[in-house]
Nanobody, 120 residues
Framework: QVQLVESGGGLVQPGDSLRLSCSAS????????MAWFRQFPGKERDFVAS????????YYNDSVEGRFTISRDNAKNTVSLKMNRLKPAEPAVYYC?????????????WGQGTQVTVSS
């Protein structure tokens, strides 16, 4: 059984950068993609970014394209999300997910989330 644990969330100011990390206890099966989602209060969980097993292919929500970078280290069973030029927003919980096919509601593994607040 794989457990995902996110870290790195917190309160930052607009324009700041933040790096989220997701560590897996147990080995992520080969060919599993990993992804980040976020959920604002009262809203559905939205896709932020994903990365395939090899790390070659990455995909981003249009709203974060060019500001966020997803990366993974399969040897360490980790995936990271570097967020630059953060925009003011309500507190959002960022979730890490892993699976052969990942959507906002389906993945083989989910983390518990880490909260990010961007406010001055």
């Amino acid at each position: 059984q794989v457990q995902l644990v996110e870290s790195g969330g917190g309160l930052v100011q607009p324009g700041d950068s933040l790096r989220l990390s997701c560590s897996a206890s147990g080995h992520i099966p080969e060919r599993y993609a990993m992804a980040w989602f976020r959920q604002f209060p009262g809203k559905e969980r939205d896709f932020v970014a994903s990365i395939n097993w090899s790390g070659i292919n990455t995909y981003y929500n249009d709203s974060v394209e060019g500001r966020f970078t997803i990366s993974r280290d399969n040897a360490k069973n980790t995936v990271s999300l570097k967020m630059n030029r953060l925009k003011p927003a309500e507190p959002a919980v960022y979730y890490c997910a892993a699976g052969r096919s990942i959507t906002a509601t389906t993945a083989d593994y989910w983390g518990q989330g880490t909260q990010v607040t961007v406010s001055s």
